[in-house]
C-alpha cells in the first residue's frame, strides 16, 4: 500500500488570519471538496465534553467544519452516542443539557445536535463488519449510519485503555450505541447493585429475554439469558446496573478497530485531528489534568490510521511537560503514552485496522502554511 497523505498546519497565526482560517485553509488542501456534499446528509462526530472538563475541543472548530461543509451544499449535524457509564451524557436529555453547557448549540456551531442512538442509547442499527475477528456486527447509533457523509472532528489526547484517544477511538467507540460500547469493553454481562435497587422494575419492561426479575424489591440478571444489549443500563435512573469493564485492552482496540470499519464503510470520510490541549486522560472524565506536552497543531487526511499515526509521532517528538504526569514519569526508552500508562499498547489498534484495510502506517506528511 502505497504512503496515505496527512496534512498539516501548526498554531502559529499573524495579522489577517487567524486558527479558524487555517483549519479552513487545512482541510481544503487535504481535498475535502472532491466529496460530493450537495443536499447529502453530513454527520461531524465530535466529542462534547464531559462536565468539568475543560480539555474538549471548543464549539469553533465545529464551527469551521459545518460551515465548510454547508458551503458546499451539505446539511451537516454534530453527533455523539450516549455513554455506557454514570456522568452527564448518558441519555439524550443529559446528553444536550452537558453540550449546550460547554457552549455547543445551533447559534455557536451552526448547525444541530443529533444523539446517534436516541434518548436512551438503544437506537441503533446493527452493521457487518467485513473481516472482523470479534465483533461480526456493530452495534451503531442510527442517527450516525444514516448519515450520506461521515466526518471525524477529534481532539487528540491520551487515553487510560487504549493508551491515546484518536481518531479510531473517536469513531469506534464513540458511534456504538450503549450495547455496542459494552460489547467492546466487556466479555461478561451487566450486574446490579443491590445497595442502588430500589425495586422499580423498570428494567424488566425492558428486557427482551426475561433475564431480570426482582424479589424483595431488588433486581438480579440471569447471565444465563442475559445476551449483554444494555438497555437496561439505560433506563435505569437509579444507576444501579453496572456494566463489566473485563475485556483485555488488546482485545478492546481491536475491537474499536473493527468497530470503526463498520462505521466508515460504504460512504465518504474526512477525518480531522487537533491536537491541542493534550491531557493524559479521555475527555469522558469529569475533570482533565495538566497537558503532557505543548501543543502541536491541526491535522486531517483521508485515512485514519494514518492521520493517528502521524498524530501520535508529533506528540512524541514534543518534549514533556515537567509539571505534568508524563513530567513525572519514568519515560526513557517508551513513547510518551505507554510513559504514561504502560498497560495500554496503542499501535494494536492501528495494526488491527491496517489489517481490516480501514489504512496505513506508512503517511507522508505535508505542510498547510
Known amino acids: 500500500m502505497e504512503r496515505a497523505k496527512v496534512y498539516f498546519t501548526d498554531f502559529r497565526t499573524g495579522t489577517g488570519t487567524n486558527i479558524q482560517k487555517k483549519l479552513e485553509r487545512l482541510m481544503l488542501k487535504a481535498g475535502i471538496e472532491t466529496i460530493d456534499f450537495d443536499r447529502k446528509y453530513a454527520a461531524i462526530k465530535i466529542h462534547f465534553g464531559e462536565p468539568g472538563n475543560l480539555a474538549y475541543l471548543r464549539p469553533n472548530y465545529a464551527r469551521t467544519v459545518v460551515d465548510v461543509v454547508k458551503s458546499m451544499g451539505g446539511n451537516p449535524y454534530l453527533t455523539d452516542c450516549n455513554t455506557l457509564y454514570v456522568g452527564g451524557r448518558k441519555n439524550a436529555l443529559d446528553h444536550l443539557d452537558s453540550a449546550y453547557v460547554n457552549g455547543f448549540s445551533p447559534f455557536s456551531t451552526g448547525c444541530h445536535i443529533l444523539i446517534g442512538d436516541g434518548l436512551k442509547g438503544t437506537d441503533d442499527i446493527e452493521v457487518p463488519v467485513e473481516g472482523g475477528e470479534y465483533v461480526k456486527s456493530a452495534k451503531i447509533g442510527r442517527a450516525i449510519m444514516d448519515a450520506d457523509v461521515f466526518i471525524s472532528l477529534t481532539h487528540f489526547k491520551g487515553h487510560e485503555g487504549t493508551g491515546f484517544g484518536g481518531t479510531l477511538k473517536n469513531i469506534g467507540m464513540g458511534c456504538g450505541s450503549r450495547a455496542g460500547k459494552m460489547e467492546m469493553h466487556s466479555a461478561g454481562k451487566p450486574h446490579v447493585s443491590q445497595k442502588r435497587c430500589i425495586g422499580c422494575k423498570l428494567c424488566t419492561?425492558?428486557?427482551?429475554?426475561?433475564?431480570?426479575?426482582?424479589?424483595?424489591?431488588?433486581?438480579?440478571?440471569?447471565?444465563?439469558?442475559?445476551?449483554?444489549?444494555?438497555?437496561?443500563?439505560?433506563?435505569?435512573?437509579?444507576?444501579?446496573?453496572?456494566?463489566?469493564?473485563?475485556?483485555?485492552?488488546?482485545?478492546?482496540?481491536?475491537?474499536?478497530?473493527?468497530?470503526?470499519?463498520?462505521?466508515?464503510?460504504?460512504?465518504?470520510?474526512?477525518?480531522?485531528?487537533?491536537?491541542?490541549?493534550?491531557?493524559?486522560?479521555?475527555?469522558?472524565?469529569?475533570?482533565?489534568?495538566?497537558?503532557?506536552?505543548?501543543?502541536?497543531?491541526?491535522?486531517?487526511?483521508?485515512?485514519?490510521?494514518?492521520?493517528?499515526?502521524?498524530?501520535?509521532?508529533?506528540?512524541?517528538?514534543?518534549?514533556?511537560?515537567?509539571?505534568?504526569?508524563?513530567?513525572?514519569?519514568?519515560?526513557?526508552?517508551?513513547?510518551?503514552?505507554?510513559?504514561?500508562?504502560?498497560?495500554?499498547?496503542?499501535?494494536?489498534?492501528?495494526?488491527?485496522?491496517?489489517?481490516?484495510?480501514?489504512?496505513?502506517?506508512?503517511?507522508?506528511?505535508?505542510?498547510?502554511?
Open 205 to 369: 419492561k425492558v428486557c427482551a429475554h426475561d433475564a431480570i426479575t426482582v424479589e424483595d424489591k431488588k433486581a438480579s440478571i440471569d447471565h444465563s439469558k442475559c445476551v449483554g444489549c444494555g438497555r437496561c443500563i439505560g433506563v435505569c435512573h437509579q444507576d444501579a446496573i453496572l456494566p463489566a469493564s473485563d475485556e483485555s485492552l488488546d482485545i478492546l482496540n481491536r475491537k474499536i478497530a473493527e468497530y470503526s470499519k463498520a462505521v466508515l464503510d460504504g460512504r465518504p470520510c474526512f477525518h480531522i485531528s487537533i491536537v491541542a490541549d493534550v491531557s493524559p486522560y479521555c475527555d469522558c472524565h469529569p475533570e482533565n489534568d495538566a497537558a503532557i506536552v505543548p501543543d502541536v497543531g491541526m491535522f486531517a487526511s483521508f485515512d485514519p490510521v494514518a492521520l493517528d499515526k502521524a498524530c501520535a509521532d508529533a506528540v512524541n517528538a514534543q518534549p514533556a511537560i515537567q509539571n505534568s504526569v508524563l513530567g513525572e514519569a519514568d519515560h526513557e526508552g517508551h513513547d510518551h503514552f505507554s510513559a504514561v500508562f504502560p498497560v495500554t499498547n496503542w499501535k494494536v489498534c492501528l495494526g488491527h485496522a491496517e489489517k481490516l484495510g480501514l489504512g496505513t502506517m506508512e503517511y507522508e506528511l505535508v505542510t498547510v502554511k
